[in-house]
């Protein structure tokens, strides 16, 4: 891959983390998947439109976006990502989608080319987000639109730090991986960015769904132990402590099971922004 800034960010996203997470695409899908339609809903995506999902990961919102454009393309720092993505689109013979290897910050963009950018989280991993964000809406045509979802910051009362309280005091720092996951979790920040980056009409929104965990506790308690930031921080516990901690939050997350699996409520911002036309 040509130019890369976010040199960091390549390596825990081609390392351990980049590959667990794309071995378990329908699981991350699961659990990501309430947000496709809010953010799907207001990209209004058009049948001749060329759409661009930056951080496509293993491309399930680039695949939604293509079966309602003329053609989506799916940009990502990681190959095993890429990889799963490019998998997933020929398994369901969806033939308008691409996916490319690119660090977003500095990729050449053609200019203008898109009318529609999208992310589910996959814009907050970037060393300087205002450079990023103004190459990345230099994709887009005059009057093309930006929807994006990031992360909010995730208080003591929230659903997750109910449900993995057992988890809290191991919890001493990000995994490489999800360095930045918080980077755009104030919505004075986000607006200051995207309007420093040319972008207008920033609009930041709060939304919240259900997200999946599992079947039933044990099944999201394996799941939240095998993911990379949570791996990273219990990797020095040994096997006595790792099965105390695995009951605990198992029982942390039994009140959140309903009968088709355990719905533990999320909050992103939901962020669009259009590209000045004059
Ligand atoms: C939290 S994951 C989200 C993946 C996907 N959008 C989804 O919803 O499943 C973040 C993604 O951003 C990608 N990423 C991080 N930094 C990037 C960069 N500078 N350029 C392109 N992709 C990047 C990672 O490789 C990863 O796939």
């Not at 293993?58 to 976006?65: H, R």
Request: hydrophobic fraction near 45%.
């Amino acid at each position: 891959m040509r130019g890369v800034v976010n040199v960091q960010q390549a390596e825990a996203w081609n390392g351990w983390e980049g590959t667990a997470w794309a071995e378990n695409a329908a699981r991350y899908d699961a659990m990501m998947g309430g947000f496709n339609e809010p953010i799907l809903d207001l990209a209004a995506i058009g049948g001749h439109d060329e759409v661009l999902d930056v951080g496509c990961g293993t491309g399930q919102i680039t695949l939604l976006a293509a079966r309602r454009a003329g053609r989506a393309v799916g940009v990502d720092i990681s190959e095993p990502m890429l990889t799963r993505a490019r998998a997933d689109a020929a398994e369901q013979g969806i033939a308008n989608a691409r996916f490319e290897r690119a660090d977003a910050e500095v990729h050449p963009f053609g200019k203008g080319g898109f009318d529609v950018v999208l992310s589910r989280g996959g814009v907050m991993f970037f060393t300087d987000p205002t450079a990023a964000f103004a190459n990345i809406a230099r994709a887009l045509r005059p009057g093309g639109r930006m929807v994006f979802i990031v992360p909010q910051a995730g208080g003591p009362d929230s659903e997750y730090a109910q449900a993995t309280a057992a988890l809290a005091p191991l919890m001493r720092g990000p995994s490489p991986a999800a360095q930045g996951m918080g980077s755009l979790s104030d919505p004075d920040r986000i607006r200051a960015v995207l309007g420093d980056a040319g972008l207008a009409d920033v609009d930041v929104r709060p939304v919240s769904a259900p997200m999946d965990y599992g079947r039933d506790a044990t099944d999201a308690a394996d799941f939240i132990l095998s993911q990379g930031p949570v791996r990273h921080n219990l990797r020095d516990l040994d096997q006595a402590a790792l099965i105390r901690v695995r009951e605990e939050l198992r029982d942390g997350l039994a009140p959140f099971a309903e009968p088709d699996g355990v719905r533990i409520r999320g909050s992103v911002w939901l962020v669009s922004a259009g590209q000045p036309t004059g």
